[in-house]
């Protein structure tokens, strides 16, 4: 069974500084990988995606994450962070083979001060 | 834009009682799936169903069903809610295996069983 583990369930940062949430995973083969964000009583948005090509991928306001094989990883990145930022962060892969199921971490909060 | 809709946002209900939680798309996804959300656990599988009329346990079924009679609605059903199945109830759906895997999500439907 596929795992995926999120280090540190709370991250704070200040305004203008570089987000990483961490993201790492277990499969036997690449996966599918996503970033979803949840803002306060609401569902769960697509930040990004890795399927296949580019390692380097680039999603919706200002994030990225660089799928790296030989660690496993998909770790999530933000060069300078906003307030608007605040909120909970869920990294998830997907088999290729199977069901198309996902499997999630168990999240990490952000937090942004001023 | 895929849109996935679920009946309430905010749902109150008592021990013993039957609840059932629909959930609409409008995109044609062969894929719905239902998940509960709990602090510090993440999402969790509750079910999943690839087509019409067909239905998988996920994670953690134990006192959940499920119907799919259309291709566009999902629902949950608590035969008898229990204090323990007080939770945010999360709704998505994705394309079949052709497709990235990706999950759009309904806004979650919060149950408090009193």
Known sequence: AQSVTQLGSHVSVSEGALVLLRCNYSSSVPPYLFWYVQYPNQGLQLLLKYTTGATLVKGINGFEAEFKK??????LTKPSAHMSDAAEYFCAVSDLVGYSTLTFGKGTMLLVSP | DVKVTQSSRYLVKRTGEKVF????????HENMFWYRQDPGL?????????????????????????S??????????????STNQTSMYLCASSLGL??????FFGPGTRLTVL
């Open chain 1, 70 to 75: 030989s660690e496993t990883s998909f770790h």
């Open chain 2, 21 to 28: 939680l629909e959930c609409v798309q409008d995109m044609d």
């Open chain 2, 42 to 66: 993440g999402l969790r599988l509750i079910y999943f169903s690839y087509d019409v009329k067909m239905k998988e346990k996920g994670d953690i079924p134990e006192g959940y069903s499920v």
């Open chain 2, 68 to 81: 799919r009679e259309k291709k566009e609605r999902f629902s949950l059903i608590l035969e008898s809610a």
């Open chain 2, 98 to 103: 052709a497709g990235s895997r990706e999950q």
